[in-house]
Every structure is written in structure tokens, then in C-alpha cells.
């Protein structure tokens, strides 16, 4: 079995990760790193639950190679924010109550995240575009967009405070 | 889903590929975004002996206009076209087709020469390079060919690239005049393929109709050129006959099957709709519609 060594950041730390080629990302994140917020829905490029971000571009993790993150950066759910320090837009779906089931939630918060990146103040069409590939099995869908939008004033709000 | 084990390799330069892929010898599969591919080795239906990836290529990510094309490098990604303000201000057909394609993750991954070299009967960017009269670009250790998208598309995930050959761009012809250009597609819900996709282009010089194309999705073994209606719409320009004559001759060779997503009849019925509606909107006569206004709109970001 082939082996190979990869150099990834995860969440911002450097790591040193062995893998067979065919690991899959996700696989990769969950069971070799021991990391399973980042969840495994479809397996099939459809229902986004297995989200993170690769350089910051949100990407579904079960159509992607670990082996392709060698000398990139990965984003997952855990790298978001901190049981203490929570990440707007994880502010945002507790708030807002953007949660049911809460398994597509991580995909949903770093595919949220990366919008709010691009698009600091989307509208309602912007963020159920920006969403259109990851699928609650809840349906909650309206309770998401308006916890988008809650994360969208609350970091608007603290870009005002820093600036003032 | 595992994929069977594969060498994996990840070249550094187009030399170093074309090397590995006469070790391989018709036995490795380039991995480029990689959307269509890894789904189908998860499934077993694709099991290579080897991966090339040829994400670690510098330069294959250009996108650019120079000596009357539109260049785009093997690893332009359909993100990267609908982010672009070249494609936006001068290429509307591509920037109507790629916000349909799959949805914003799979976008963020999938590349448009990909999409080609996999040749999926479904697949969108051929409806539109046919209908572009693009070429692809393939290199090997014999030097490089630049081959037609309708002579590179020859049935169902078949092309004409040879095993030896790696393609590295796709070229599209830079409008002389004004430049038309929309794709229609019916899809069940997003990230399904195309029920049909309907590419219409159109180059144009005041009121005269200095190039056309027609590409069809969805039809037929591979993505169709409707040639006939091409030649009509530069002959007649567009107006109420030649559009009835354009959608009848787009009709005469799709030749859908009945399936899940519909039946032919009614693809037919949306190949004849879509040619229409595409061209009434091109003379003014029909407003751009609701999907494809919020493409415009939300363009930049999608």
C-alpha cells in the first residue's frame, strides 16, 4: 500500500498527516486528525454536510482527495471559533435558532462563513444562492438566513466599533 | 465510498506529465477539479490505475484574452469564470452557463476543460463551446494539436484526446462586434443535470448577423451543434422566420430519449422553446428572464 507523507494546516496548525492516495478528505479529517465536525451526509457531491474551506474556498470534503490538501490550509468547523469565543456566524445560529438536526449545521456555517467573507451585507436571495449546494434534511432553511443575517449586522457592528 | 487504490502523482510542470502519462500509458486519468471524476471512481465505475494531478502546474490557471481568443488554462475553474470581468463584459454565453452549472461548492472546484475532456452527454461547457466554435489545445511529446470541440467531442465521456496527450486550454474566438449570448437550462433542482440546455451565440455588426451557434444538452450521446440553424441565422439574420426555422432545424437533430426527467417529446418541446426564447430576446422581443436577471445579479459571487 502506497503511503505518503502531506504537510497540511489545519485551523491554523501545521500537521504532518500520513495517507493511502485514495483517502478521501473527509475521512482524512475525521478519522485520521480525530476531528468529526465535519460531517459525512450523501458521499455523493450533493448534500454539502462534509463542507470545509480549502484556502478559504468552501469545497465538500467527500469529493476531494487528502492528498490534494498537501501544502494547503483547511478550515473546519472546529477552526471556526471556540466554545468561548464563538464565530459570528455560530453566534448567529444559535441566536436565530438555525438549527434543528444540527448535522448539515458545520457545512452550512463555513459555506455561510465564506459569503460573509465575499459579501459582507448579502440579501436573502444572496444567501439561499450562496447555500444552494448544502441541504438541511430539517428544511430549516428560513431560521439559516436569518441566522446569516444576524451574523451579517453583529460583524458589521464590531467592523463599525473597531473603526470608531 | 473508496475509490480501488491508484499511484498518485502530482507533476510540477507540463513536461513532467506528459512523462507520466507514456509511463502510465492510457492507464491514469488527469485530476483536475475533479467533480465528475472522483465521484465516479467512488462508485467503481472509474477505477485508473493512476492519478495525475495536475492542480500543482503553475500557469494552467490563466484566464486571458490575447490574439483574438479567449484563453482559458486547464484549471480555470467555473468559479473563477463567473468571477471574471473579461468573460462578464465580452463572453455573455459563458458567463450565462456557468452559474448553472452544479451548484457554488462543486463550482469552487470544477474547470471548464475538465468538463470537456470528461465529455458527459450532460454536460454544459460542451453545449457552449460547440456553440463558440472553441478549440482545445493538447499538448504531447510530439508537439501540440488544437482541435475543434466538435471534432474533440465524439460520443458519450468519449473525446478525441490521445492517451499521450494532456490538454491544457480551451480557446474561444473573441466577438468582432457585439457580442449575444444566453444559455437556457431545465434543471429538476440545483446540481441535477440539464432535463435540456439550449446555448445560443450570436456576434453581431449593427443589424447583421456576422456569426451564430447553436449547442444542445442533453439530446444526444454527446452535446450536439445545430450547424444548419447556425448558417440560417448568418444568412437571414434574426427575425420571425428564421427564429421558426432555427428551432425547427435544433428540433431535426436532438434526438433525446425518454428518461427520468422527462419525455423526448418534451425535450423536444424545450429545444424548440428554448432556441425561440433565446433569440426573441436577442432582437428585443422577449425581456431576459427571472433566472437568468438573477444570474447577472449575483454573478460576481456566485
Redesign the interface.
Same mark, same amino acid.
Given at each position: 500500500?502506497?503511503i +505518503?507523507q502531506i504537510k497540511v494546516t489545519v485551523n491554523g496548525e501545521p500537521r504532518i498527516i500520513e495517507v493511502?492516495?485514495? %483517502? %478521501?478528505c473527509v475521512h482524512m479529517i475525521r478519522e485520521v486528525l480525530g476531528m468529526t465536525g465535519t460531517h459525512l451526509g450523501c458521499? &455523493?457531491? @450533493?448534500c454539502?454536510a462534509c &463542507?470545509v474551506l480549502l484556502d478559504g474556498?468552501?469545497? +465538500?470534503s467527500c &469529493? %476531494?482527495?487528502g492528498?490534494?490538501t498537501?501544502?494547503h490550509e483547511i478550515t473546519t468547523v472546529e477552526g471556526l471559533g471556540r466554545p468561548s469565543e464563538l464565530h459570528p456566524v455560530q453566534e448567529g445560529f444559535k441566536e436565530e435558532h438555525g438549527l434543528q438536526c444540527g448535522f448539515c449545521t458545520p457545512g452550512m456555517m463555513l &459555506?455561510a462563513a465564506a %459569503?460573509l467573507e465575499?459579501?459582507p451585507d448579502p440579501s436573502d436571495?444572496?444567501i439561499r444562492?450562496?447555500i @444552494?449546494?448544502?441541504l438541511c434534511r430539517c428544511t430549516g432553511y428560513q431560521n439559516i438566513i436569518n441566522s446569516v443575517k444576524w451574523a451579517a449586522r453583529k460583524m458589521a457592528a464590531q467592523r463599525t466599533a473597531v473603526s470608531a | 465510498?473508496?475509490?480501488?487504490?491508484?499511484?498518485?502523482e502530482?507533476p510540477s510542470s507540463i513536461d513532467e506529465a506528459l512523462q507520466l502519462l507514456s509511463v502510465y500509458q492510457g492507464e491514469a486519468k488527469v485530476?483536475s477539479g475533479?467533480?465528475s471524476l472522483?465521484?465516479l471512481?467512488?462508485l467503481r465505475f472509474a477505477s485508473p490505475s493512476a492519478?495525475i494531478?495536475v492542480?500543482?502546474i503553475p500557469g494552467l490557471d490563466d484566464l486571458y484574452e490575447d490574439g483574438g481568443q479567449l484563453r482559458i488554462g486547464a484549471l480555470v475553474r467555473n468559479?473563477t469564470i463567473i468571477r471574471s470581468d473579461v468573460v462578464r463584459a465580452r463572453y455573455p454565453l459563458m458567463a450565462s452557463v456557468a452559474p448553472q452549472i452544479?451548484?457554488?461548492? $462543486?463550482r469552487?472546484?470544477s474547470t471548464v476543460v475538465g468538463s470537456l475532456c470528461h465529455c458527459d452527454p450532460q454536460g454544459d461547457w460542451g453545449a457552449a463551446m460547440l456553440a463558440l466554435n472553441a478549440e482545445v489545445v493538447a499538448v504531447s511529446a510530439s508537439g501540440e494539436r488544437r482541435i475543434p470541440v466538435a471534432d474533440f467531442l465524439l460520443g458519450p465521456f468519449q473525446t478525441s484526446l490521445r492517451p499521450d496527450e494532456l490538454a491544457i486550454e480551451a480557446r474561444v474566438p473573441a466577438p468582432s462586434g457585439q457580442p449575444f449570448g444566453v444559455y437556457h437550462k431545465l434543471e429538476r433542482k440545483?446540481?441535477d443535470f440539464a432535463t435540456v440546455g439550449v446555448a445560443v451565440f450570436l456576434d453581431r455588426s449593427g443589424s447583421s448577423v456576422t456569426g451564430a451557434g447553436i449547442g444542445l444538452t442533453g439530446v444526444g450521446g454527446t452535446n450536439v451543434k445545430v450547424s444548419a440553424a447556425e448558417e440560417v441565422l448568418v444568412r437571414g439574420g434574426v427575425n420571425d422566420d428564421t427564429i421558426g426555422e432555427a428551432a425547427r432545424l435544433a428540433a431535426e437533430v436532438a434526438k433525446p430519449q425518454t428518461d427520468q426527467r422527462g419525455s423526448a417529446e418534451y425535450k423536444l418541446h424545450l429545444v424548440r422553446t428554448f432556441v425561440t426564447r433565446a433569440l426573441q430576446t436577442a432582437i428585443g422581443r422577449e425581456p431576459i428572464d427571472i433566472r437568468q436577471r438573477?444570474f447577472e445579479? $449575483?454573478g460576481a459571487?456566485?
Open positions: 500500500m502506497e +505518503k493511502e492516495p485514495r %483517502l %478521501l458521499d &455523493t457531491t @450533493s454539502g &463542507t474556498v468552501p469545497v +465538500k &469529493t %476531494l482527495f492528498i490534494q498537501d501544502g &459555506t %459569503l465575499d459579501n436571495d444572496d444562492w450562496a @444552494s449546494g448544502n | 465510498m473508496y475509490p480501488s487504490r491508484f499511484h498518485y502530482a485530476l475533479g467533480m472522483i465521484p471512481m467512488k492519478i494531478d492542480n500543482n468559479r452544479a451548484d457554488p461548492l $462543486v469552487g472546484r440545483i446540481g438573477r445579479d $449575483v459571487l456566485a
